[in-house]
T-cell receptor, first 110, second 115 residues
Framework: QQQVKQSPQSLIVQKGGISIINCAYENTAFDYFPWYQQFPGKGPALLIAIRPDVSEKKEGRFTISFNKSAKQFSLHIMDSQPGDSATYFCAAAGTYKYIFGTGTRLKVLA | DTGVSQNPRHKITKRGQNVTFRCDPISEHNRLYWYRQTLGQGPEFLTYFQNEAQLEKSRLLSDRFSAERPKGSFSTLEIQRTEQGDSAMYLC?????????????FGQGTRLTVV
């Protein structure tokens, strides 16, 4: 019940395309869902986050879609750029700790 | 204060030695977390402090691991009698006071290699 399942494991997108990463969770007690971007050798950086009372949140080129009934949420990166090439982690927060997905390695081709 | 600061950035140690890492959270963040990340995996929760109180510990945190936050500001994570399986990136994060679950900001991590 504590797992967060993330897919795909890797993703290749052309410059200007849309990158979509999906996550699913089991524990309905989770109440905060952030996405992190991580470059090699660096710590995760918070990109965008959502709470379950909202179905969508947009910040710049990044959008989270949230489906509470399906217990799924996804990250959409619009107009993907080579600089977006990184590993992306979804997470679900419960009882003061985050449970992270296994990560998606995104490569955006120039 | 521009973010969570972790020192050292890299540590190479021989098996059986003790190591200590330090984390300085963002000013006024009363919540502090330690995570461990191995290659190709997401961070795994180790422990959580609210001010100086250690409120939660993962079962991953064996008795060789100890964390402190003596004055509710910086924190240290000590690993005694290191093993090769302890090789990982150790990440510290902090959160502001407020809602139970809110944004957490991570440091750059300490990369530990046990040889």
């Amino acid at each position: 019940q504590q797992q967060v399942k993330q897919s795909p494991q890797s993703l290749i997108v052309q410059k200007g395309g849309i990158s979509i990463i999906n996550c699913a969770y089991e524990n309905t007690a989770f109440d905060y869902f952030p996405w992190y971007q991580q470059f090699p050798g660096k710590g995760p950086a918070l990109l965008i986050a959502i709470r379950p009372d909202v179905s969508e949140k947009k910040e710049g080129r990044f959008t989270i879609s949230f489906n509470k009934s399906a217990k799924q949420f996804s990250l959409h990166i619009m107009d993907s750029q080579p600089g977006d090439s990184a590993t992306y982690f979804c997470a679900a927060a419960g009882t003061y700790k985050y449970i992270f997905g296994t990560g998606t390695r995104l490569k955006v081709l120039a | 204060d521009t973010g969570v600061s972790q020192n050292p950035r890299h540590k190479i140690t021989k098996r059986g030695q003790n190591v200590t890492f330090r984390c300085d959270p963002i000013s006024e963040h009363n919540r502090l977390y330690w995570y461990r990340q191995t290659l190709g995996q997401g961070p795994e929760f180790l422990t959580y402090f609210q001010n100086e109180a250690q409120l939660e510990k993962s079962r991953l945190l064996s008795d060789r691991f100890s964390a402190e936050r003596p004055k509710g500001s910086f924190s240290t994570l000590e690993i005694q009698r290191t093993e090769q399986g302890d090789s990982a990136m150790y990440l510290c994060a902090s959160s502001p006071p407020g809602a139970a679950n809110t944004e957490a900001f991570f440091g750059q991590g300490t990369r530990l290699t046990v040889v």
